[in-house]
């Protein structure tokens, strides 16, 4: 079945470091991809998508972008911040649309 | 304000004790879910709705019930509760076709069975 994997954490920076966490998938067909973030007693929040291959999906200074032909969707971002500390997710939507799978998380501490 | 609330926060129960997590979101969504968070686990499926009285089982829904007789309310049930039922829980919602953009989470239940 359909599955992603993410680079086991926890990673730590300090401020304005550059940030990659790794998430490959394994799927049949086009899923569209997904980063979400955790912080602390929250729930998780939607980061940001892609939905076809070479799509980059961008918010708040992350980017990630679908490559099909290394089934990837690596998380970056240029310059880490001590607010960005919280646990990342990496998922994907079933061709069905019926399930949301995920990544273990990895955690990131940024200390300044 | 555009949300899923879940209640409670944080529950602590003894072995047998049956109990509700209920579910809530505001957005007339047709699918929900319901995940469970485990240390090194990541999100695992429990079982969702696609809308009205359709449910279906997750990856891991041995020891859950759920319903889904109104759209906006979808309550896990734990008939017996077990203490590797002991975890964090987050119930989420999509619109079908929006399924493709993500969910909209709650803010969890941190449950504990003694």
């Known amino acids: 079945g359909d599955s992603v994997t993410q680079m086991e954490g926890p990673v730590t920076l300090s401020e304005e470091a550059f940030l990659t966490i790794n998430c490959t998938y394994t799927?049949?067909?086009?899923?569209?991809l997904f980063w979400y973030v955790q912080y602390p007693g929250e729930g998780l929040q939607l980061l940001l998508k892609?939905?076809?291959?070479?799509d980059k999906g961008s918010n708040k200074g992350f980017e990630a972008t679908y490559r099909k032909e290394t089934t990837s969707f690596h998380l970056e971002k240029g310059s880490v911040q001590v607010s960005d500390s919280a646990v990342y997710f990496c998922?994907?939507?079933?061709?069905?649309?019926?399930?949301?799978?995920f990544g273990a998380g990895t955690r990131l501490t940024v200390k300044p | 304000e555009a949300q899923v609330t879940q209640n409670p926060r944080y529950l602590i129960t003894v072995t047998g004790k049956k109990l509700t997590v209920t579910c809530s979101q505001n957005?007339?969504?047709?699918?929900m879910s319901w995940y469970r968070q485990d240390p090194g686990l990541g999100l695992r499926q429990i079982y969702y709705?696609?809308?009205?009285?359709?449910?279906d089982k997750g990856d891991v829904p041995e020891g859950y019930k759920v319903s889904r007789k109104e759209k906006r309310n979808f309550p896990l049930i734990l008939e017996s509760p077990s203490p590797n039922q002991t975890s964090l829980y987050f119930c989420?919602?999509?619109?079908?076709?929006?399924?493709?953009?993500?969910?909209?989470f709650g803010s969890g239940t941190r449950l504990t069975v003694v």
């Open positions: 989420a919602s999509s619109t079908r076709q929006g399924i493709d953009y993500g969910y909209t």
């Open positions: 799927a049949t067909g086009y899923p569209s």
């Open positions: 892609a939905t076809k291959a070479d």
């Open positions: 998922a994907l939507s079933d061709l069905m649309g019926r399930d949301m799978r």
């Open positions: 957005m007339n969504h047709e699918y």
């Open positions: 709705s696609m809308n009205v009285e359709v449910t």
